[in-house]
């Protein structure tokens, strides 16, 4: 496997685009050579740690891009992790070494009707998905956020339903993503699934996909984080999970 290129960015811009959800843009030089069309492709960002060797990395996903700099989203909690503690600090001329880009992970587009759901860390993606589909496009988003105002407008067909959850506690109530599409229409002809959210709903998700007949070509269902882990301790159960899943 090729070792990821590396770059040191600058802050260019900081906003909130609602009140749990912080946008930097990162340019500058080093931007020179990232390849285009890179949007919901994921990066690692690098943060390092004073007397250890190697820094942490964590994991985001490209929102958009435009010539010479990125938008990376941040999801802010109450209690922060070292890259929103990072972001909430972060202004422009700040650097920051990220890894990549890694591969975009978008909806198969050969289907009859689309359902993609996630929560708000999946909703970077979840926004570029949408752009991608064709204007006839029909089918679902559901997308958990941690309040009302968390709501913002998203380009996607009109005969994408756009369905919120509010989840004031993400990750503490009972697979509130999968409660919402248990109350939907499923859709008649080939369903194509793309989801993502805490580790524990994720299970839960991909058990229901598989029980409603979406072929594995059709469903993409991943876990950004789980509750009580770091990320690198979430990759390892990620991983274990993997393995131990038959793929049916």
């Known amino acids: 496997?090729?070792?990821?290129?590396?770059?040191?960015l600058q802050v260019l811009r900081s906003a909130y685009v609602t009140p749990h959800m912080l946008r930097l843009t990162l340019g500058g030089e080093e931007m020179a050579?990232?390849?285009?069309?890179?949007?919901?492709?994921?990066?690692?960002?690098?943060?390092?740690?004073p007397g250890q060797a190697r820094p942490l990395m964590r994991t985001y996903t490209i929102r958009q891009q435009r010539e010479g700099e990125i938008d990376i989203d941040f999801v802010m909690h109450e209690h922060t992790g070292p890259a929103?503690?990072?972001?909430?600090?972060?202004?422009?001329?700040?650097?920051?070494?990220?890894?990549?880009?890694?591969?975009?992970?978008?909806?198969?587009?050969?289907?009859?009707?689309?359902?993609?759901?996630?929560?708000?860390?999946?909703?970077?993606?979840?926004?570029v998905n949408l752009e991608s589909l064709p204007a006839s496009a029909r089918g679902y988003a559901v997308i958990s956020v941690l309040d009302e105002a968390d709501i913002q407008p998203l380009h996607h067909p009109a005969g994408v339903d756009i369905q919120w959850v509010i989840d004031h506690q993400e990750g503490e109530?009972?697979?509130?993503?999968?409660?919402?599409?248990?109350?939907?229409?499923?859709?008649?002809?080939?369903?194509?699934?793309?989801?993502?959210?805490?580790?524990?709903?994720?299970?839960?998700?991909?058990?229901?996909?598989?029980?409603?007949?979406?072929?594995?070509?059709?469903?993409?269902?991943?876990?950004?984080?789980?509750?009580?882990?770091?990320?690198?301790?979430?990759?390892?159960?990620?991983?274990?999970?993997?393995?131990?899943?038959?793929?049916?």
């Open 173 to 248: 109530n009972d697979f509130t993503i999968l409660a919402q599409i248990e109350k939907l229409d499923w859709l008649q002809g080939q369903a194509s699934v793309w989801a993502a959210c805490e580790f524990s709903e994720m299970q839960q998700l991909r058990r229901y996909f598989r029980q409603r007949g979406v072929p594995n070509s059709h469903r993409y269902i991943s876990s950004y984080w789980k509750k009580g882990l770091s990320e690198d301790q979430h990759k390892l159960v990620k991983r274990e999970d993997a393995e131990g899943d038959s793929g049916l």
């Open 84 to 127: 929103s503690s990072w972001a909430r600090r972060a202004r422009p001329g700040d650097r920051i070494t990220i890894g990549g880009p890694g591969a975009r992970k978008l909806i198969n587009p050969e289907a009859d009707w689309f359902l993609l759901a996630g929560d708000m860390t999946a909703l970077p993606a979840i926004s």
């Open 1 to 8: 496997m090729a070792k990821p290129m590396m770059r040191e």
């Open 33 to 49: 050579g990232f390849p285009p069309d890179q949007e919901s492709a994921y990066v690692k960002l690098l943060f390092p740690q």
